[in-house]
Nanobody, 127 residues
Framework: QVQLVESGGGLVQAGGSLRLSCAAS????????MGWFRQAPGKEREFVAS????????YYGDSVKGRFTISRDNAKNTVYLQMMSLKPEDTAAYYC????????????????????WGQGTQVTVSS
């Protein structure tokens, strides 16, 4: 089992920045590819970004490319999502997820390819 706990969400004005963190525990963090997804009310869960287990490969959804940066610190068992130039349409609950290195994970893997999920953290961007 892997436990994931997100933090760093909050209320920010359009154009502002936030950094989300996702702390992992339970198993060897570096054995897992990590992803960030988001879900707004009434909408499907959307891929935001992912990073492979070594941190050498990063992938982004089209709506956040150039504004968000995913990173990880395997020594701290933590994955980050730096969000800049936030827009009201970025408002959503943000979830981190972990996929085993033994799975068929790929950069833009859908949500159902992830094995473990955090509880989510709310990001609200005001206009």
């Amino acid at each position: 089992q892997v436990q994931l706990v997100e933090s760093g969400g909050g209320l920010v004005q359009a154009g502002g920045s936030l950094r989300l963190s996702c702390a992992a525990s339970g198993r060897t963090f570096s054995n897992y590819h990590m992803g960030w997804f988001r879900q707004a009310p009434g909408k499907e869960r959307e891929f935001v970004a992912s990073i492979n287990r070594s941190g050498g490969l990063r992938y982004y959804g089209d709506s956040v490319k150039g504004r968000f940066t995913i990173s990880r610190d395997n020594a701290k068992n933590t994955v980050y999502l730096q969000m800049m130039s936030l827009k009201p349409e970025d408002t959503a609950a943000y979830y981190c997820a972990a996929a085993s290195s033994g799975s068929s994970w790929f950069g833009h893997a859908p949500a159902n390819m992830y094995d473990y999920w955090g509880q989510g953290t709310q990001v609200t961007v005001s206009s």
